[in-house]
């Protein structure tokens, strides 16, 4: 079975206690890291045997994209990616307060999202995180998108 492609973009607290948090799991993933700083994404990307980009136009497409930066960097990262995330990749945010709709809108992306709101106990496996799928997701990326999180705790799923 080959790896399952994902971009994160942003690789502060929250994602590092996700994806650390993943353990053996993470090897299911080629884990494809970047942040402005660089640094983050180099620490991280050697934590869970990823790889890191000091250039995000030189990530190359992915089946899911982990957007984990701050609400406030959406903007500039939406720039930066718009028009570049295929319509059968699925989003993945953990930004609070930002809907699905902004961020369809803003990536210019017609396919399925997943919003997500986990929490630092992920870190020991011990979290708890709250799902909600666009109608755009299908059943296999959610549940790959579910498994991901029961990784590290447990999962709650709110559909519209």
Do not use: W
């Not at 890291?33 to 990307?45: G, Q």
């Not at 701050?70 to 990262?77: A, G, N, R």
Request: a positive charge.
């Amino acid at each position: 079975m080959s790896q399952i492609s994902m971009n994160i973009y942003g690789c502060g607290n929250m994602a590092q206690a996700i994806f650390c948090g993943l353990g053996e799991d993470a090897k299911k993933f080629d884990l494809r890291m970047y942040t402005p700083s660089k640094t983050k994404a180099k620490e991280l990307a050697d934590a869970v045997g990823g790889r890191f980009f000091t250039d995000l136009a030189d990530l190359p497409t992915a089946d899911y994209y982990f957007i984990a930066c701050k609400p406030q960097q959406l903007d500039e990262l939406a720039r930066k990616l718009k028009k570049r995330i295929p319509d059968e990749s699925v989003l993945i945010s953990i930004l609070a307060g930002v809907k699905t709709k902004t961020l369809k809108d803003k990536l210019n992306h017609l396919g399925g999202v997943a919003r997500v709101m986990p929490n630092t106990p992920s870190m020991v496996g011990a979290g708890a995180t709250t799902l909600y799928f666009s109608r755009e997701a299908d059943e296999e990326s959610q549940d790959l998108v579910i498994d991901l999180f029961q990784s590290i705790g447990k999962v709650f799923v709110f559909f519209k």
